[in-house]
Every structure is written in C-alpha cells, then in structure tokens.
C-alpha cells in the first residue's frame, strides 16, 4: 500500500474534524441566552435663561434738547434700568458716545461732565429739581463719553431696579473755545450674564 496515500488521507480526515469543531464551537456561542437591566428614567428638565434689561423714563421725557448751557449749568433726567430677565448679570455697563467729535465731549476737564446717581426709590421731581428720600450713592461720576460698569447696581439681580439720575454739566472752567458749540449724547446700558456655574 502507497504510504504517501495514507498520510493524505489522514491529514483530510483530522483537517476535516478541525472544521467541523470550529463549526460547533461557533454554533455553541449563539446557544447561550444574555439577561439585562435597565434602570427607572430619571426626568430631568433644563429651562435657560433670559438677559434682558429696559430702560424707562420717570418725568420729563428723554430724549431732550436744551439750548443756551453755559459755564456752571447743569441737566438732569431720571430713569429707571430693571433687570426683567430670570438670569443674574455679572456686570452692567454705561456706554456713552457722541454723534460727532467736538471740544464739548473731546475735552475730558472742561467739556461736558456726567454723573450717575441712584437712590433706593423712585427720584421725586419738582420742576428741575430731583429729590430722593433716601440715602444716594454716585455709581459714575467723570467725562461725559465714558465706557464704565456701574458697581454694585441692584440690576445686577434678576427683577432688580436702578433708580437712576443722569447729570450732564458744564464745567464752570470751561472757556470761550466752548461758545456757540453743540454735541449728541447716546447712552446706553448693556447687561452681560453671570459666569457659567456647575449646579
């Protein structure tokens, strides 16, 4: 008998038993059942925030045009700045800006100057005058064009009220090179929200 035949043979029948155990190993892997758990949803719910300040006018009307300021003379007009939006700020900011350079806003000493007041209530008006009733606090006083945070303003919180008087005045060192000049004044107030928190 061919030896050569006999050992191909028998490598056929072992490389064939091979296949068929991988064959049954495979099958067996896909008999075994798998149990699982899930667990009870959790609702959780996320509502943002709102940023969002106004600015209303308490009295005479804003805007206003005044003619004649002379050295000395000043201007005031209350206004109220709430917070109406749900989120705290981290600052709030007065902007002013003039429509057109001149020595009336360029001259930081001489030319126009502007403070902002608050009182813990509503400014009382009689004719020019304002009054409050209770203890004032300067949150700017300086130039008339300014970029400044106002510290410690009640619209810092949600639903806070700023009850606020603006003054412009004229400096009475303000000379000749001031006369027969005029400037546009824009304030505005902008409101940034507080730094993001882990809750």
């Known amino acids: 008998m061919d030896t050569r035949s006999r050992r191909t043979t028998t490598r056929k029948v072992i490389g064939s038993l091979a296949v068929a155990g991988v ?3 495979v099958a067996g892997l896909g008999t075994f059942g798998t149990f699982t758990d899930s667990t009870t ?3 959780t719910t996320v509502e943002s925030g709102t ?3 106004t600015l209303t006018q308490q009295g005479t009307t804003i805007p206003v045009t005044t003619a004649g300021f002379v050295p000395g003379d000043s201007l005031s007009r209350a206004v109220d700045l709430s917070n ?5 700020l981290s600052s709030v900011t007065l902007v002013s800006t003039a429509a057109a350079a001149g020595a009336l806003t ?3 000493t001489d030319g126009l ?14 004719g020019a005058a304002y009054t409050c009733s209770g203890s004032t606090s300067t949150l700017y006083s300086g130039p008339a064009l300014t970029s400044s945070a106002l510290p410690g303003a009640a619209s810092l919180a949600a639903r806070g009220v700023d009850h606020l008087l603006l003054t412009l005045s004229l ?6 090179a001031f ?8 304030l505005t107030f902008t409101g940034v929200q507080r730094a993001g928190a882990a809750g």
């Not at 109406?84 to 705290?88: H, K, M």
């Not at 006369?179 to 824009?186: M, P, V, Y």
């Open 106 to 108: 360029s001259d930081t």
């Open 171 to 176: 400096p009475t060192t303000a000379g000749n």
């Open 51 to 53: 940023v969002d300040i």
């Open 23 to 25: 064959a049954a190993a």
């Open 84 to 88: 109406v939006g749900s989120a705290p």
């Open 179 to 186: 006369e027969g000049i005029s400037s546009t004044l824009n």
């Open 113 to 126: 100057q502007l403070a902002v007041r608050s009182c813990p209530v509503a400014w009382t008006q009689a």
């Open 41 to 43: 949803p959790v609702a």
